[in-house]
Every structure is written in C-alpha cells, then in structure tokens.
C-alpha cells in the first residue's frame, strides 16, 4: 500500500511539472484576441438604439459617434411644449394690442362722460330758462335730446369697455386653461 501512494504521489508530481513547464515553453498563437474593457454607456432617454459602428471590434476615435438613440415619445412632448410656447406668445401679443385698445376706450367712456356733463348742465340751463320764459320749447327739447344722446354714449362706452375688459380675462383664463390641458397631455395621470 505504501508503494502505490508513493506511485501515485510521483505520477501527479510529474503531471503538474510537465503542465507547468510546457506552459511556460509554449509559445504564441497568431489568431490571438485581446479583450477590451467592457464599459456600460447609458442614456437619460428612452428609445431605440442605431449602432453607427458597422463592424464590431472596430476602432472609435475620442468624441466619435458610436450610437444613436430615437425617441418619439421625447420629440412628440418636445413638439407639444413648443407648440404651447408658440401659443402663449400668441396669447401674449394678443393681450399687449388689447391694452391700448382697452385704454382708447376707456378714454372714449371719459369723453363720452364729459359730454353727459355738458349736455347736462345746458338742458338745466335750458330748463331754467324755459321756466322763466325766456327760451322756447323747441330749445329745451333740443337740449333734452342732446342729453339724452350723450347719455346713450356713455352707456355704449360702459358695455365697450366692460366688453374688453372681459374679453382680455377670457383671454388670460384660456391661457390658464391651455396651460392645464397641455400638462393633461404630457402626464395622463393629471387630472
């Protein structure tokens, strides 16, 4: 028994000296590969991958394209955020030429009102004089008319200026609103 593990402690020893030895005296083959390190590239986006290297293994020059990634999703919520910029300059421009307008009239509801003013103080002047009998019926009725008339004006140039004032809050509530329905159709969870 002692003889067979001599046997066998020879038979491994020679075995591991020629494994270590041929190794070392082996030499090269030319087919040989040389691994790279491997390194992961991510992407903050989403999308499809379109390598632009057409053979692997080949060489990438620094800064060199590798990939391209195309997301339609990304250039769709792009266009919808663009798209609503370009609206709310619209909206923007709108509401800056309807001030002035606002303000013309505004200026003709103050007109309108002086004129009430004037007409009224000639119908009492009118009226007083028609009480003293020193003016004619067709004075005071004409003098009544004219206030009448300056009074419709300024009851014209009251709805007008409400009527731009309401329109410019219109105008701000859409952009409020278009604001929400933009979010609503980049998130569908927004309510």
């Not at 030499?27 to 986006?45: F, K, Y």
Request: charge should be positive.
């Amino acid at each position: 028994m002692r003889l067979v593990r001599v046997v066998v402690g020879f038979a491994l020893l020679t075995v591991g000296l020629y494994v270590v030895i041929g190794e070392h005296f082996a030499g090269t083959s030319a087919d040989a590969t040389l691994n790279a390190r491997l390194n992961i590239v991510r992407a903050p986006i989403e999308g499809r991958v379109t390598l632009a290297i057409k053979n692997m293994g080949a060489r990438v020059s620094p800064g060199g394209l590798i990939a391209e990634i195309y997301d339609q999703r990304f250039d769709t919520a792009r266009l919808l955020e663009l798209d609503r910029d370009r609206e709310d300059q619209r909206i923007e421009l709108k509401r800056l030429a309807g001030q002035p307008r606002i303000a013309e009239t505004k200026a003709t509801q103050d007109a309108a009102a002086a004129r009430l003013r004037q007409a009224d103080a000639e119908f009492q002047r009118a009226n007083e004089l028609n009480t003293r009998g020193v003016q004619t019926a067709a004075n005071l009725d004409r003098a009544r008319a004219t206030y009448d008339v300056a009074q419709q004006e300024l009851e014209s140039a009251r709805q007008r200026v409400n009527y731009s004032e309401t329109e410019l809050a219109s105008a701000r509530e859409r952009l409020y609103r278009g604001v929400l329905q933009c979010c609503s159709l980049l998130d569908p969870t927004y309510p």
